[in-house]
Structure formats: C-alpha cells, structure tokens
Nanobody, 124 residues
C-alpha cells in the first residue's frame, strides 16, 4: 500500500521560500498514470489544490492563483517529490498535504492516498 509523508520546516519567515518534501513508500513515483500533488488547507477554509507533477515528461500543473510562486519537482532516486513556494506571506499558513492523484473516468481526478499533513506557519 502506497504511503506518503511530508517533511520540512514548520515555520517560515515572510518573503522566504517554503520548501517541503514528500517521501513515497510502497510505490514508485515513476509509475505511469499518476500525478503527485500538493494540497493545502488554510485555517477555516477548504482544501486547495496547489499543483501536481507527473513522471512522464516531468509535466507540471499549477493552480492559476499560485502558479507564479510554485515549483514542484521530483527526485526519482529518493522516491520523493518537493514543493517550493516562494515569497510567502502569513496567508500561506496552512496544513500542507502531499497526495497521489489518478485520472479516472470522464476526466475526473481522484487523490486516493494522502500524507498525514504538516503544519506550516508563516510568521516573523
């Protein structure tokens, strides 16, 4: 069974870069037909998709609202993928999740495996 775990600093200062790593076990990030996603939940709000990366072609996909500040990459030798969110503000404070996302029928996407989430606070 595939498992995912987030890691990285829990506190980031404004204007700095938020960097998180997702370590995947029980499955390979090179597996076809999956995307590897970052999702967050800000206080009092719902889940917000940040972006995803696919192994094939190393294609990345980002939320329009965060595209200019987001970079997702993968390290296949470590079975990890990473999130970098630049120029953070307190509005970026959230629980950040990584997830495995599959393309289902009729163009629908489903994240079937999630990490437990990690709290990241942006504060000076």
């Amino acid at each position: 069974q595939v498992q995912l775990q987030e890691s990285g600093p829990g506190l980031v200062k404004p204007s700095q870069t938020l960097s998180l790593t997702c370590t995947v076990s029980g499955g390979s990030i090179t597996t076809n037909h999956y995307y590897w996603s970052w999702i967050r939940q800000r206080p009092g709000k719902g889940l917000e998709w940040i972006g995803s990366i696919a192994y094939a072609g190393s294609n990345t996909y980002y939320s329009p609202s965060l595209r200019s500040r987001t970079s997702i990459s993968m390290d296949t030798s470590k079975n990890q993928f990473t999130l970098q969110l630049t120029s953070v503000t307190p509005e970026d404070t959230a629980v950040y999740y990584c997830a495995r996302t599959g393309a289902g029928a009729e163009g629908r996407y489903e994240s079937d495996s999630w990490g437990q989430g990690t709290q990241v606070t942006v504060s000076s």
